[in-house]
Every structure is written in structure tokens, then in C-alpha cells.
């Protein structure tokens, strides 16, 4: 997915997407133990897709960029 993409989302559901793929991140590093793994290729993907999650939710946080559904005052409580 990309950034323009993850933009357009709220920040619950940038929240749940990082769950997600965080899960997903676990299976590939198993499948790969395994050696049971198709795609090495994905395991890239879903890293960088997690990067592009965690650096939208903080600039949300500071205050660089505004998300659908994210208050950018919350961050001080």
C-alpha cells in the first residue's frame, strides 16, 4: 500500500493496520524458520509497509500532518 493510500485512512485504522501487519511480520518470520517460505520478497514489503505506518502515526503525534479521525491536540493528555 502506499503512503498516499495509508494518508487518506484514520488514525484507528492506521492503528489496526500496524497490528495487522505486525501479525502478518510474525507468520513470514516463521514460515522462513521453516523454510516454508514462498515470497522473501514479501517479508521486505510488510517491513517497509510497518515503517510507513509507525512514520504517518508520528508525525500525526507531533503534529506535522493531520489524519481523518485523529484530534491533533489528543497528544497532550
Known amino acids: 500500500m502506499k503512503a498516499s493510500e495509508m ?3 484514520s488514525v484507528d485504522e492506521l492503528k489496526g493496520r500496524l497490528d495487522e ?3 502478518e511480520s510474525f507468520n513470514l518470520r516463521f514460515q522462513n524458520t521453516l523454510g516454508q ?3 522473501p520478497i514479501r517479508m521486505r ?3 517497509r509497509d510497518i515503517a ?3 512514520t504517518l502515526l ?5 503534529g ?6 485523529g484530534d491533533a ?4 493528555e
Do not use: F, I, M, Y
Open 21 to 23: 501487519l505486525g501479525e
Open 37 to 39: 517460505l514462498s515470497s
Open 73 to 76: 491536540t489528543a497528544k497532550d
Open 45 to 47: 514489503d510488510v517491513r
Open 7 to 9: 494518508r487518506e485512512q
Open 58 to 62: 508520528k508525525e500525526h503525534e507531533q
Open 64 to 69: 506535522l500532518r493531520t489524519l481523518p479521525g
Open 52 to 54: 510507513r505506518v509507525r
